[in-house]
């Protein structure tokens, strides 16, 4: 083909489009009249040897010259041009995966080179949002079966990079989310790594919630690690608490999560691969997966855990992975705090054996802890959770988290709020539902996880008491104003804290 | 709320994205912070008493000031912010028909009110592009049954205008596409006014073809016309053909193409409720449509065609309207031309009744126009084909046909290309196929519909007989660059008339 038709010189637009690569021109330039792109047509871009397919946005006033396009940030990235570079436009071929796509939206079932060809073409970014959302929707519900789910989880595996840890077993825990304050991950990795085991944990950052476990990490030490740093972490320290977006375990489900997150269909299938070919990608062995139950959870009965849980099995089988289930109490929050640096100051203090240190916590980490021991080869059944306590009450664990932090890059104690204000109760009675889902947003109006040191600080318990004007929760926030906009959201809804009138 | 911490002046961005919203903020910018706004976080902004749902794009460089947001022009044509005003900016409320999009995803039936609430928040930008393609996606193949279909279609005509044209017979045409140079309308529309019924006929540009009827016939007559200019000249000829574009009569249905067209995703229901809503909105009570059946066309074979002829009938039965439908050829292209001014130049021809008019296009839009008048109230059955001949050979459709394009705002000829090379065999056979799919790509690099004079011009059909070296057909373009650009595809691809060697 004649590209002469086709060039424009590139320079950075400087607009963060997320993982969807953007390419902006002028609505008069040459290369929009002769290809016939207007606004959202999906174009390949090539500089060099590089190429990505982007979607077009078309300026139509005279900010952009006429003989350059602009790229959005993953653009620019992806295709990395130097300076007074030069890129080629044209129409890209239907994706390889489009046939696939349209079989599975049919109600077709896929097979193994089906998943692998849209995950090829979901990682080079030749698939569109919509093709993805398309996608997705085909999976939901229960339109993947046991071998669609095993196949998908493959695909996602042969797209990604894998971590070699050389022989010997590699414990790993997830926990499939839901629970505000639920941070049992850096204590049972410092229990875990202390008994002399490996646990390479990557975490993921807040996206909907007030806080995900890199955040709180992070108030107490770096996390955003590459590879070869964890690496070191983990040779020296047995474990670690890293952040996964750094390390890029799995790119085609960082990919599909992007969608799936806005839209919220959480399909059995879907969960399954996503999760486990993090974990096989990851080099564990030994996994174990915490399912809490309760009505504002992410699973909300023990029929869709038994369900959840068949197909997790089915698949880590299929996989070659050692997996082990774990149902927990999903009715609550859990700890005192939300927020990163609240949350960061439970797991302190369960840590550091506080005598205020919320009872729930040490509980559900030692609980989870010895699980895992039991699940580890070698393990004398039934013995995990009593060495967990052991290594818990002895120091043993908070001697192994602080130096697990040192090797992170140093560790730093969480700070304090400088303005905090109690919501206070407006009746007398028995704490009925806790709603998880408006407590999340409270602590998210007040900053976290944004402003490490905001969230929610409650004692309160399904069946505690409480009398009128007495506190229910504090919110903690930097600024006034993020305060004054979370407490106003409180207000506004009474019955975050379900208060029943007793006798 | 307090509203101090999310308020921006409002400029406008002068990009094109479409029918979707986007706002650009600075990534450091207060509103950014204080509500948790990143990449594509679904942002509610409102200006005096409007308000739009938008995507966020989040500027990186300094671009943008702090105290500043930037509106795509879809997003600053909904807000029509006065000068210097500020915007408010938050998190919307999740749209009230999540839960019916959820339900669908899942497989569930949905009811009217279901519809109705879906639609509502389409047209009024509460869905973002992921959420319309789940449910584009979760009505696909068979997942809309008929009670469905004519849902749908309701719901799309509760969310859009309905021109009334006062008592008595509105007949209209429609054509399920995908054959190019079908460009029959303006002939059937210029036969049934000068028969004396009223044929108000809105037709689409070309998305992804080489010419819509609009662009065709724009070459010939203005077709912009809004409603009040269209009513004008349909009251004084009978019959018009504009772009449906500007009247838009099913705003719906405009956004849900919007998706549904680079998935490709042809659902009966989906094809049905969109076709039906457009022509009760336009006021029709008598409507044709014309289903091409072949290879490279829309609809594939005649069980298919029955499939979708049935639920058509069905759902045209439960709104009221009187539908029939003419199965239709669709192996090949018709007429000679390809292209904007070369199928106008067809059409003028049929209309002029030369010698050497295409004998397929003025055919099928005997067959068509006879079909309609069959279907007219107080027709005599069978007849309507003579009448057609009638007034197509005596001259009465070509005078109607000039008169229209007087009333829409003069009659230009269509003009003719500057740069013209032919394509020759590469062997002696007989044409056996024809690839209608590349033989439009050519017709798209030469430049049409952008330049209308561009496309393809060929008299072969299949069956022809064909020596080496003889033209198969005739590249036209706007100028030598992109004449070579087609040139270059065509002889890339032999195969688009598929040549086979006799006896």
């Not at 989870?368 to 002895?394: F, H, M, Q, V, Y």
């Not at 192994?400 to 890059?409: L, N, P, R, W």
């Amino acid at each position: 083909m004649n590209s002469a038709h086709s060039r424009l010189r590139l320079v950075r637009a400087g607009i963060d489009t997320y993982q969807q690569p953007v390419v902006y021109m002028h609505r008069d330039c040459h290369v929009c009249r002769s290809e016939g792109f207007t606004a959202l047509t999906r174009v390949l871009a090539r500089s060099g040897d590089r190429e990505v397919v982007a979607t077009l946005n078309v300026v139509v006033d005279d900010h952009l010259e006429l003989d350059v396009a602009a790229l959005s940030e993953s653009a620019w990235t992806a295709l990395w041009p130097g300076p007074e570079a030069w890129g080629v436009f044209s129409h890209p071929e239907p994706p390889a995966s489009a046939p696939a796509l349209r079989a599975k939206v049919f109600g077709q079932r896929l097979g193994e080179t089906d998943f692998l060809a849209l995950m090829r073409d979901t990682v080079s970014n030749r698939l569109s949002d919509i093709e993805l959302t398309a996608f997705v929707t085909a999976c939901a519900g229960e339109r993947l079966d046991k071998e669609e789910t095993v196949a998908l989880t493959k695909a996602m595996l042969a797209v990604g990079e894998r971590i070699d840890w050389g022989s010997g077993a590699v414990l790993d825990k997830h926990c499939v989310g839901g629970l505000p304050g639920n941070r049992t991950t850096p204590i049972i990795v410092a229990i875990v790594a202390a008994a002399g085991y490996r646990i390479p944990k990557t975490s993921s950052r807040a996206i909907t919630s007030p806080a995900g476990t890199a955040d709180a990490m992070e108030v107490m030490a770096p996390v955003a690690l590459d590879l070869e740093a964890m690496r070191r972490v983990v040779e020296r320290e047995g474990g670690c608490i890293v952040w996964g977006g750094k390390v890029r375990l799995s790119p085609a489900d960082d990919i599909l999560i992007r969608i799936e997150r806005p839209l919220d269909f959480d399909s059995d299938g879907q969960l399954v691969a996503s999760v486990l070919s993090k974990k096989v990608a990851a080099g564990s062995t030994h996994v174990l997966i915490d399912i809490p139950i309760g009505p504002t959870a992410k699973v909300r009965s023990s029929s869709a855990a038994a369900l959840l849980e068949a197909r997790l099995l089915a698949t880590a089988q299929a996989l070659g992975l050692n997996l082990s289930v774990l149902r927990t109490d999903g009715f609550q929050p859990v700890g005192y705090g939300i927020g990163p640096a609240l949350e960061a100051r439970d797991v302190l203090s369960v840590l550091r054996n506080d005598a205020a240190a919320p009872r729930d916590l040490r509980g559900r980490a030692l609980d989870l802890a010895g699980a895992l021991l039991d699940a580890a080869p070698g393990a004398e059944p039934g013995k995990g959770r009593a060495i967990a306590s052991t290594l818990l009450d002895n120091g043993a664990a908070l001697r192994k988290f602080m130096a697990i932090c040192e090797a992170q890059g140093g560790f730093t104690e969480p700070g304090i709020a400088p303005h905090i204000r109690p919501v206070f109760a407006n009746r007398t009675g028995q704490i009925g539902q806790i709603d998880n889902r408006r407590l999340a947003k409270v602590a998210k109006l007040a900053g976290a996880p944004g402003s490490a040191i905001a969230g929610i600080d409650s004692r309160l318990r399904i069946g505690d008491g409480i009398k009128i004007g007495e506190p229910l929760f504090e919110v903690h926030a930097r600024s006034p104003g993020e305060l004054e906009y979370a407490f106003e959201y409180a207000s506004a809804h009474p019955d975050i804290f379900e208060i029943g009138v007793g006798q």
